[in-house]
């Protein structure tokens, strides 16, 4: 095979390489040429090349992951990890996890890559839990980070503040005090409705507050002051959200039409009520929670015909 039609076989797939003949796979230019590539390519490449730092350095620089097959002496190259764990975020996590330990305990390291992965934090050194920068460029990334670091973290406004625009859950696990900060609440909620159980009562009677809840989670309805169940801009937008919060409105709202439409447009598997629910009610169904006056409406009955 000449090694123009083996690269043309490797362009196409990478994972090829592995069933090329040895003497490519030993072939420094040609390896060199796929790991630009694709960086996860370095797996299949000789043992030899894969002690060579300048095809390991171009690998990573395609795909910081790569380093999972690099030799285990360049897991403790410094140029190599640090250029590893600045690449883009993965659902397969950070580079800094396959690094060796030593460089586990590198401050610069750890901080670029928690800049890309937050959960990253979890493979460096433990010492970092109680590193505020650290923690805090951690929970921008990731707010779930807040549940295994320092305990003191969870009375910092700053880093709850980060943490909530990533995961709304994090406000249950903020210090009482913060749960009645205005802006660390709105913003959680803006993130998922949900967190409104674990902010303080006052706010459930907060429109602006309970409007961007219900908008994130329609049945955050269900959370707030009953007032909020006749108001209309409310309704509406908890209808938008998830149809069947339909069931907890106001009577006197369910014979208003946009409401009711809006409701049935959003009336599907996917929502989170039938996603939790040991039963999916249809749009036809749902009718039974519609005032009497509108359950032979034309348009109300096209959208049930529909999603029949």
Do not use: C
């Not at 095979?1 to 690269?7: N, Q, V, W």
């Not at 796979?25 to 490449?45: H, M, N, P, S, T």
């Not at 493979?123 to 920068?133: G, N």
């Not at 907890?248 to 039409?257: A, G, P, T, V």
């Amino acid at each position: 095979m000449e090694k123009k039609e083996a690269l043309k076989i490797v362009k196409d797939d990478s994972r090829e390489l592995k069933n090329l003949p040895v003497h490519f796979k030993k072939d420094k230019e040609f390896i060199l040429r796929i790991v630009k590539q694709d960086g996860y390519a370095l797996e299949y490449a000789h043992i030899s090349l894969r002690k060579d730092k300048k095809i390991v350095l171009e690998a990573v620089k395609q795909s910081g992951l790569a380093l999972e097959f690099a030799d285990d002496s360049l897991k403790k190259d410094r140029e190599i990890v640090l250029e590893a764990v600045k690449q883009d975020k993965s659902p397969e996590g950070n580079a800094l996890k396959f690094a060796d330990d030593s460089l586990k305990k590198d401050r610069e390291i750890v901080l670029e890559a928690v800049k890309k992965e937050g959960l990253a934090i979890g493979d460096a050194d433990k010492s970092f839990m109680k590193d505020r920068e650290i923690v805090l460029e951690a929970v921008k990334q990731d707010g779930f980070v807040l549940d295994f670091v320092d305990d003191s973290f969870k009375k910092d406004r700053e880093i709850i503040l980060g943490a909530v625009k990533t995961w709304h859950g994090a406000l249950k696990l903020a210090d009482e005090s913060l749960k009645k900060d205005r802006e660390i609440v709105l913003e959680a909620v803006k993130h998922g409705g949900i967190a409104l159980q674990d902010a303080d009562k006052s706010f459930k009677k907060d429109k602006e507050i309970v409007l961007e809840a219900v908008k994130s989670y329609g049945f955050a309805l269900d959370l707030v002051d009953d007032s909020f169940k006749k108001d209309r801009e409310i309704v509406l937008e908890a209808v938008k959200q998830d149809g069947y919060a339909i069931a907890i409105i106001d009577e006197s709202l369910k014979e208003d039409k946009e409401i009711v439409l809006e409701a049935l447009k959003k009336v599907d598997k996917d929502s989170l009520w039938s996603r939790y629910s040991s039963s999916y009610l249809t749009p036809k169904e749902l009718l039974d929670d519609v005032d009497d006056s509108l359950k032979n409406d034309p348009d109300i009955l096209a959208i049930v015909n529909k999603k029949k």
